[in-house]
């Protein structure tokens, strides 16, 4: 027997109790706040109403938070229903902010890489030295030049696909701050802390976004030699600098002929921890071209950008974008893996080999103290590609955002919001952030009836 169920915007706690003497399991349902997570308030008033206690029911008992009909406060009859289970939650944390005054953790602690170093130590004892491979010996990883000209064309489709698709879906930046927002109209919310916020009241003034705002551009200096010696700081303004994507990519084996780097066809010869000569290269033949060409892509000018005519063909640019997007990131993480890359712990200062640089010019956080010199550790992938979070839109062509119904709404990366209203299928792991399975009320009753 069903019972008159009214659906809400609220999370659902959903309790099924089986008892051996009864014919059929019992459900009892019961409406909470939506929350991220549970405070441990709110987890000890469920207890003590019975909702959690185990020893009431036996330890037959599943809980399942998820979205649900609730049935009346008045109603207290029973009601049959389905669980439907997935892997990825239903709402998931964003990244920590870090403030200017506070260091980047590292990304393995510095205890577990003192202990991994000293195991290392124990197995090597008693042990012949082994030879370095690629590409700490100077030569390249055969296996990753294919993935390398892979990301880099990945880099620039993505580039051209995304000045083409921000024709047909608007992108608008803030005039006094780095906040963006993608949809047809900026959003609502007060979160302005650039110049003249207290004459504006927290609000955005919103401008056209240009791809710089999208993609944050990142650079390095670009080694001609990967493993020579460090760039001091007399040298900063002599050395190029191009995106870290790009150096990274011609370490890995790209080959620009803007961009020469130094390639070695026969290992090193280390004489210490830190020093090394390179082997005699007289006895080898003379190098021939790779019969094997890798074709090179290359940015487009915005006049010769065509925007698409319809939205079939949005949506098949916005399902390129997320395919070229997916791609860079996916393969820049397995290249990271062979070829090192530091960032500082203070800036966003990235530099792609083994050892940062010498170059005094950090100005975060007490910087007085190192004498701008960076406090350079492991990077990830987010310090080499920075994500770019912006507000998701449910329905384009709704009604705009809301400023008192902000705790409802989701999060996405830049990129994938422009691709997600450009058409294409937001993939499943953005879905946690984006909060698209959270029901969002139509108006402030609504709202203000969430318990």
């Given at each position: 027997?069903?019972?008159?169920?009214t659906?809400?915007?609220?999370?659902?706690?959903?309790?099924?109790?089986?008892?051996?003497?009864?014919?059929?399991?019992?459900?009892?349902?019961?409406?909470?706040?939506?929350?991220?997570?549970?405070?441990?308030?709110?987890?000890?008033?469920?207890?003590?109403?019975?909702?959690?206690?185990s020893?009431?029911?036996?330890?037959?008992?599943?809980?399942?938070?998820?979205?649900?009909?609730?049935?009346?406060?008045?109603?207290?009859?029973?009601?049959?229903?389905f669980?439907?289970?997935?892997?990825?939650?239903?709402?998931?944390?964003?990244?920590?902010?870090?403030?200017?005054?506070?260091?980047?953790?590292?990304?393995?602690?510095?205890?577990?890489?003192?202990?991994?170093?000293?195991?290392?130590?124990k197995?090597k004892?008693?042990?012949?030295?082994?030879?370095?491979?690629?590409?700490?010996?100077?030569?390249?990883v055969?296996?990753?030049?294919?993935?390398?000209?892979?990301?880099?064309?990945?880099?620039?489709?993505?580039?051209?696909?995304?000045?083409?698709?921000?024709?047909?879906?608007?992108?608008?930046?803030c005039?006094?701050?780095?906040e963006?927002?993608?949809?047809?109209?900026?959003?609502?919310?007060?979160?302005?802390?650039?110049?003249?916020?207290?004459?504006?009241?927290?609000?955005?003034?919103?401008?056209?976004?240009?791809?710089?705002?999208?993609?944050?551009?990142?650079?390095?200096?670009?080694?001609?030699?990967?493993?020579?010696?460090?760039?001091p700081?007399?040298?900063?303004?002599?050395?190029?600098?191009?995106?870290s994507?790009?150096?990274?990519?011609?370490?890995?084996?790209?080959?620009?002929?803007?961009?020469?780097?130094?390639?070695?066809?026969?290992?090193?010869?280390?004489?210490?921890?830190?020093?090394?000569?390179?082997?005699?290269?007289?006895?080898?033949?003379?190098?021939?071209?790779?019969?094997?060409?890798?074709?090179?892509?290359?940015?487009?000018?915005?006049?010769?950008?065509?925007?698409?005519?319809?939205?079939?063909?949005?949506?098949?640019?916005?399902?390129?974008?997320?395919?070229?997007?997916?791609?860079?990131?996916?393969?820049?993480?397995?290249?990271?893996?062979?070829?090192?890359?530091?960032?500082?712990?203070?800036c966003?200062?990235?530099?792609?080999?083994?050892?940062?640089?010498?170059?005094?010019?950090?100005?975060?956080?007490?910087?007085?103290?190192?004498?701008?010199?960076?406090?350079?550790?492991?990077?990830?992938?987010?310090?080499?590609?920075?994500?770019?979070?912006?507000?998701?839109?449910?329905?384009?062509?709704?009604?705009?955002?809301?400023?008192?119904?902000?705790s409802?709404?989701?999060?996405?990366?830049?990129?994938?919001?422009?691709?997600?209203?450009?058409?294409?299928?937001?993939?499943?792991?953005?879905?946690?952030?984006?909060?698209?399975?959270?029901?969002?009320?139509?108006?402030?009753?609504?709202?203000?009836?969430?318990?």
């Amino acid at each position: 027997m069903g019972c008159a169920c009214t659906q809400y915007p609220v999370g659902i706690g959903v309790v099924i109790h089986d008892r051996s003497s009864a014919s059929s399991p019992k459900l009892e349902c019961f409406s909470v706040a939506y929350q991220p997570r549970w405070d441990s308030l709110r987890f000890n008033a469920f207890r003590r109403l019975g909702f959690l206690n185990s020893s009431k029911y036996g330890s037959k008992e599943l809980k399942l938070p998820l979205m649900f009909k609730v049935p009346p406060r008045t109603s207290s009859r029973s009601c049959s229903t389905f669980v439907i289970k997935s892997d990825i939650p239903q709402n998931a944390d964003f990244p920590r902010y870090y403030s200017k005054k506070e260091k980047k953790p590292f990304p393995v602690p510095i205890v577990e890489l003192r202990r991994a170093a000293r195991e290392r130590q124990k197995n090597k004892a008693g042990q012949p030295r082994r030879p370095a491979g690629p590409p700490r010996n100077g030569l390249l990883v055969r296996r990753f030049i294919p993935l390398a000209y892979e990301v880099f064309n990945a880099r620039v489709d993505l580039i051209n696909n995304l000045k083409k698709i921000m024709k047909v879906i608007p992108v608008h930046a803030c005039k006094w701050c780095n906040e963006i927002h993608v949809g047809p109209v900026g959003h609502p919310f007060k979160s302005c802390r650039g110049q003249k916020t207290d004459v504006r009241k927290g609000l955005h003034e919103w401008t056209e976004a240009t791809i710089d705002d999208i993609l944050l551009p990142v650079e390095s200096y670009h080694l001609f030699d990967r493993l020579g010696k460090r760039i001091p700081h007399e040298e900063r303004f002599s050395v190029p600098r191009v995106p870290s994507v790009v150096e990274l990519c011609i370490q890995a084996g790209v080959e620009l002929p803007d961009l020469p780097t130094k390639r070695r066809r026969k290992p090193i010869i280390r004489v210490g921890k830190s020093e090394f000569i390179d082997a005699n290269e007289d006895d080898l033949p003379d190098p021939t071209p790779d019969v094997k060409k890798y074709h090179i892509l290359t940015e487009l000018p915005t006049s010769e950008l065509v925007s698409p005519s319809d939205a079939e063909e949005t949506t098949l640019l916005a399902e390129q974008t997320l395919e070229a997007w997916e791609k860079m990131r996916n393969g820049a993480q397995r290249l990271m893996k062979k070829y090192l890359v530091r960032v500082c712990g203070y800036c966003p200062e990235v530099h792609v080999g083994s050892s940062g640089h010498k170059a005094q010019n950090c100005g975060a956080f007490k910087h007085q103290q190192r004498n701008g010199q960076h406090g350079w550790q492991a990077a990830v992938i987010d310090d080499l590609i920075p994500p770019r979070y912006v507000w998701h839109v449910p329905d384009v062509h709704g009604p705009p955002l809301q400023r008192e119904l902000r705790s409802f709404y989701g999060q996405a990366q830049a990129v994938v919001e422009i691709c997600v209203q450009g058409g294409a299928v937001a993939p499943e792991q953005y879905k946690s952030t984006m909060r698209l399975d959270v029901g969002i009320p139509t108006n402030i009753g609504e709202a203000e009836m969430v318990v």
